[in-house]
């Protein structure tokens, strides 16, 4: 039974250009979170999407959007890439917005 | 503004003995306390949690402690493993439910010697 898998792994893009992450949830679980790792610090929520739809956002510019798609994947978009955007981003799915989370290996982001 | 604070960066323990891993939190309207492994390479994975109406919730070595006057929380590991060398975060959620918005702390690198 795969878990969460996160594409791509490893990613450097240059200030300014856009950037989209993917994630496939655990079989069975319908809802996404993303969070963003930067170096030496927790993670911070981004975003939730459960039913297509986005439930809850943190303190993230709107620079940050995502979706989610009818097969529950789903994607993180950043644009107008800022030299802080470098960071490791973890998606984690659940089943329901109260099931616990199973967290994805993270993509690797540097801005150059 | 960091709502979950772990103020000790790094922890080294010898094997067989008991680690302690702290947490303070400053939002009272926080009412269900995880706490996630993490190797390097690989996303945190869910260790243990406790809600705000219990002070101990236990699971074989892993004891969270909850001290909600304080707003601190403490995870204790006996005996400690060389394979539980690991970074550890405390998250919180508002919700009584682990599958909200969680806030974590900026985490404990735990390293166990044998």
């Known amino acids: 039974d795969a878990g969460v898998t996160q594409s791509p792994t490893h990613l450097i893009k240059t200030r300014g250009q856009q950037v989209t992450l993917r994630c496939s949830p655990k079989?069975?679980?319908?809802?996404v979170s993303w969070y963003q790792q930067a170096l030496g610090q927790g993670p911070q929520f981004i975003f939730q999407y459960y039913e297509e739809e986005e439930r809850q956002r943190g303190n993230f510019p709107d620079r940050f959007s995502g979706h989610q798609f009818p097969n529950y994947s789903s994607e993180l978009n950043v644009n107008a890439l800022l030299l802080g955007d470098s960071a490791l981003y973890l998606c984690?799915?659940?089943?329901?917005?109260?099931?616990?989370?199973?967290f994805g290996s993270g993509t690797r982001l540097t801005v150059v | 503004d960091q709502q979950v604070k772990q103020n000790s960066p790094s922890l080294s323990v010898q094997e067989g003995r008991i680690s302690i891993l702290n947490c303070d939190y400053t939002?009272?309207?926080?009412?269900?306390f995880l706490w996630y492994k993490k190797y390097p390479a690989e996303g945190p994975t869910f260790l243990i949690s406790?809600?705000?109406?219990?002070d101990k919730n236990e699971d074989g070595r892993f004891t969270v402690f909850l001290n909600k006057s304080a707003k601190h929380l403490s995870l204790h590991i006996v005996p400690s493993q060389p394979g539980d060398s690991a970074v550890y975060f405390c998250?919180?959620?508002?919700?009584?439910?682990?599958?909200?918005?969680?806030?974590f702390g900026g985490g404990t690198r735990l390293m166990v010697k044998p």
């Open positions: 939002n009272s309207m926080f009412d269900y």
């Open positions: 998250a919180a959620s508002t919700y009584n439910n682990a599958g909200n918005m969680l806030t």
């Open positions: 079989s069975g679980h319908d809802t």
């Open positions: 406790i809600s705000s109406i219990k």
């Open positions: 984690a799915s659940s089943f329901g917005a109260s099931g616990g989370y199973t």
